[in-house]
Nanobody
Framework: VQLQASGGGLVQAGGSLRLSCAASGRAFTNYRVGWFRQAPGKEREFVSAVSWSGIDTLYAASVKGRFTISRDNAKNTVYLQMNSLKPEDTAVYYC??????????????????WGQGTQVTVSS
């Protein structure tokens, strides 16, 4: 499966952005999808994940209550709605997909397929 992340940009603190992760190739409905981010000089970290059905979701503590992950399998797309953005949310955001069952959906190693990343910059 090939992934294309988009929707990043420059926004003021308190603003909102919606990221999209569009998939092509294999049956996307079989894949769980995660969002990760990497700030300059820092390691890539987990942001959120959604199950193949869209029913189960998980969020990092730092974004819970502000970010919402969802998917539209008919459009082969996963979304990350980001509200109340903070300067510390500034990073390159990556989407990733995998279909192996695992409880560790927050782990980098739980995903075989990665998109190219989209830059999110939040100004103070």
């Amino acid at each position: 499966v090939q992934l294309q992340a988009s929707g990043g940009g420059l926004v003021q603190a308190g603003g909102s952005l919606r990221l999209s992760c569009a998939a092509s190739g294999r049956a996307f409905t079989n894949y769980r999808v995660g969002w990760f981010r990497q700030a300059p000089g820092k390691e890539r970290e987990f942001v959120s994940a959604v199950s193949w059905s869209g029913i189960d979701t998980l969020y990092a503590a730092s974004v819970k209550g502000r970010f919402t992950i969802s998917r539209d399998n008919a459009k082969n797309t996963v979304y990350l709605q980001m509200n109340s953005l903070k300067p510390e949310d500034t990073a390159v955001y990556y989407c990733a997909a995998d279909r192996r069952p695992t409880p560790a959906v927050f782990a980098l190693g739980a995903y075989d397929y990665w998109g190219q990343g989209t830059q999110v910059t939040v100004s103070s």
